[in-house]
């Protein structure tokens, strides 16, 4: 059983930085595809970056592009999401997410990740 943590989260002003972290245990996850969505209160979860199963390649929503960062470390069982440039619609909760075993389908669908962390929340006042 993967179990998965975030943290990081917080109170920042827009414009401001921000660094998530998840932590992941239960196995290596390093050759496993991993994402960070995130979820505003009465919306759906939304995707907002991933890296693929090789690792090869990291995707961003465009709304983010160029102002987040998402990165791994730990053998793959550690990924980060840098926020720089935070706006006040930035505000959510972010979860973390990594693939099973037989996932397929796209990196931008909850559908492809079978665990899931708690989520840690991030707000940005304007």
């Known amino acids: 059983q993967v179990r998965l943590v975030e943290s990081g989260g917080g109170l920042v002003q827009a414009g401001g930085s921000l660094r998530l972290s998840c932590a992941a245990s239960g196995r290596t996850l390093s050759s496993d595809a991993m994402a960070w969505f995130r979820q505003a209160p009465g919306q759906e979860r939304m995707f907002v970056a991933a890296?693929?199963?090789?690792?090869?390649?990291?995707y961003y929503t465009p709304s983010v592009k160029g102002r987040f960062t998402f990165s791994r470390a730990n053998a793959g069982n550690t990924v980060y999401l840098q926020m720089n440039s935070r706006k006040p619609e930035d505000t959510c909760l972010y979860y973390c997410a990594v693939e099973g075993p037989r996932s397929a389908g796209s990196y931008y669908d909850t559908t492809r990740y079978d665990y899931w962390g708690q989520g840690t929340q991030v707000t940005v006042s304007s």
């Open positions: 890296s693929s199963r090789s690792g090869g390649y990291t």
